[in-house]
């Protein structure tokens, strides 16, 4: 999913990376703990946190998080923002909450990890839900 | 024999230094990269020496971090001044924690550092003594 779609999906802001918004991202994860992400997320995601602190973009810059989305209206500090543009990451912002962020994103086809692990595609994602 | 290494660099880490935590693990990470490490492993390392550093940062007074790189492997020892672990087979539990509310804040304290660093490595040592301190040694095989 590119990350103009995100944006509109989302009605993000961006924070920085306006020059990145046709790059793509394979995969997306939720998560406000930083172990959590090391542990779970997969190389060129799109990370959703409420984490606004350095901490946030120096984990992405570990762990090969191509863009984060801060939810629920927060933003992040300067010093995270500062990072992030000397590593290329791109930083988005939504008032969304962290369940609807995610939630829209999955339901137009981003990805989660353990679809990824599994090689779960779309149609067969669809079909697993449906039986929900 | 343990081979001569090709690369060999100290990372002092300060305990409680927010502000800086983590940023060895992303000068690691860039020395491996202008190694011409596989990116998989470079990957691999980065999140296992993080994970290691911030538990030096957010539970001990301070200490060291040593990148070794041989023809044969690359090696991340930390070794610190802080409280140990008196439990480590419960320490290395997935979702076990003593992270304070402050470090839970910070983003950290989800009881997946020590299991996520065994998840990445190839081989990993701990040892600890309680009051004194706890070493790492963190091999990925090349």
């Known amino acids: 999913m590119k990350l103009e779609a995100v944006q509109r999906i989302l009605n993000c802001q961006v924070i920085t990376g306006h020059d990145k918004l046709d790059e793509e991202v394979g995969v997306g994860c939720g998560a406000d703990l930083m172990s959590d992400v090391l542990a779970f997320i997969k190389p060129n995601a799109l990370l959703l946190t409420g984490l606004t602190n350095v901490q946030s973009v120096r984990t992405a810059e570990i762990a090969e998080v191509k863009a984060i989305v801060y939810v629920r209206g927060k933003l992040p500090d300067k010093e995270a923002i500062d990072l992030a543009k000397e590593k290329g990451i791109v930083l988005l912002w939504t008032s969304l909450p962290m369940y609807e962020s995610c939630g829209r994103l999955h339901e137009c086809g981003l990805a989660g990890g353990s679809e990824l692990e599994e090689g779960l595609r779309d149609a067969k994602r669809a079909t697993l839900l449906a039986t929900l | ?142």
């Open chain 2, 1 to 142: 024999m343990p081979s001569e290494p090709l690369f060999w660099q100290r990372f002092d880490i300060c305990g409680r230094d927010f502000v800086d935590a983590g940023k060895a693990s992303i000068s690691i990470k860039g020395i491996l990269r202008e190694i011409g490490i596989h990116p998989s492993l470079i990957r691999r390392a980065a999140i296992a020496s993080y994970e290691a550093e911030m538990n030096v940062v957010l539970y001990a007074r301070k200490g060291t971090m040593e990148l070794r790189v041989t023809p044969k492997d690359i090696r991340v020892m930390v070794d610190d001044e802080g409280p140990g672990i008196s439990d480590i087979e419960l320490a290395m539990r997935e979702g076990y924690s003593t992270a304070s509310d402050e470090i839970r804040e910070m983003g950290f304290g989800a009881g997946m550092g020590l299991s996520n660093i065994k998840k990445n490595a190839d081989d990993f040592i701990i040892r600890s003594l309680v009051g004194k301190g706890t070493t790492l040694e963190i091999t990925f095989r090349l």
